[in-house]
T-cell receptor
C-alpha cells in the first residue's frame, strides 16, 4: 500500500483565492482526519469522517473551510477565500476503527501571500 | 483547555543514553494513548501505544509507561540513537469519542553522536 497520499505537497496562492487540498486514504480504513499544524497552535484536528460521514467538524476554524468525502478513497479540504493566516501544513490521516494509530500523509504546505 | 500536554518543548541526550519523554493529560475519560514520531517534511508516524488497562508496553528500544492516577505517561528510548532525533507527539483518545485523538504540542528530541 502506498500509504496516505496527499496533493499537492506545496501550494502557494494569493489571498482571496480558492484552495483545494486532496487526500487518498489507505484502502480499508474507515476513519479519515484532517489536521493543521502551525507553530502557534500545534497539531489541531479540523474535521474527521467515519465511513465517509463527517462526525466532528468543531475544529474547522470558520465557514471559509469545508471538507468533503464523496467516497471511501477520496477527500478534499477547501478554503475559500484563503487568507494569510491559513498558512500552515495540512495533514490528512486515516485509521482502521479510529482508536488505533493513524497513518498520516506527508502533508500539504500551504502559503497564502 | 489543553487536554494533552507535553511540557518539555525539547530534549537533548547523548547517543547510547536513555531518552525519557513525558506527557500529562487532564481528561479522565482517555483510555488509549499513543506516541508518534515526526521527521521534518514528513507526516507523523505511529510509534507505540498503550491501553489504560496496562501500565507498560514495550516494543524493542521503545517502552511506554502509564500512570493513571497521576494522569501521566512517558516514552523511554533505550539506547538512544542519532536516527531517533525527531519531534515526538503524545496523543490520547477515549472509547466515548472513538476515532478522535487529541495531540500534545510535541517534544523535539536531539540525540547527539
Amino acid at each position: 500500500d502506498a500509504g496516505v497520499i496527499q496533493s499537492p505537497r506545496h501550494e502557494v496562492t494569493e489571498m482571496g483565492q480558492e484552495v483545494t487540498l486532496r487526500c487518498k486514504p489507505i484502502s480499508g480504513h474507515d476513519y479519515l482526519f484532517w489536521y493543521r499544524q502551525t507553530m502557534m497552535r500545534g497539531l489541531e484536528l479540523l474535521i474527521y469522517f467515519n465511513n465517509n460521514v463527517p462526525i466532528d467538524d468543531s475544529g474547522m476554524p470558520e465557514d471559509r473551510f469545508s471538507a468533503k468525502m464523496p467516497n471511501a478513497s477520496f477527500s478534499t479540504l477547501k478554503i475559500q477565500p484563503s487568507e494569510p493566516r491559513d498558512s500552515a501544513v495540512y495533514f490528512c490521516a486515516s485509521s482502521f476503527s479510529g482508536v488505533y494509530g493513524y497513518t498520516f500523509g506527508s502533508g500539504t504546505r500551504l502559503t497564502v501571500v | 483547555d489543553q487536554q494533552v500536554k507535553q511540557n518539555s518543548p525539547s530534549l537533548s541526550v547523548q547517543e547510547g543514553r536513555i531518552s525519557i519523554l513525558n506527557c500529562d493529560y487532564t481528561n479522565s475519560m482517555f483510555d488509549y494513548f499513543l506516541w508518534y514520531k515526526k521527521y521534518p517534511a514528513e507526516g507523523p508516524t505511529f510509534l507505540i501505544s498503550i491501553s489504560s488497562i496496562k501500565d507498560k508496553n514495550e516494543d524493542g528500544r521503545f517502552t511506554v509507561f502509564l500512570n493513571k492516577s497521576a494522569k501521566h505517561l512517558s516514552l523511554h528510548i533505550v539506547p538512544s540513537q542519532p536516527g531517533d532525533s525527531a519531534v515526538y507527539f503524545c496523543a490520547a483518545s477515549s472509547n466515548t469519542n472513538a476515532g478522535k485523538s487529541t495531540f500534545g504540542d510535541g517534544t523535539t528530541l536531539t540525540v547527539k553522536p
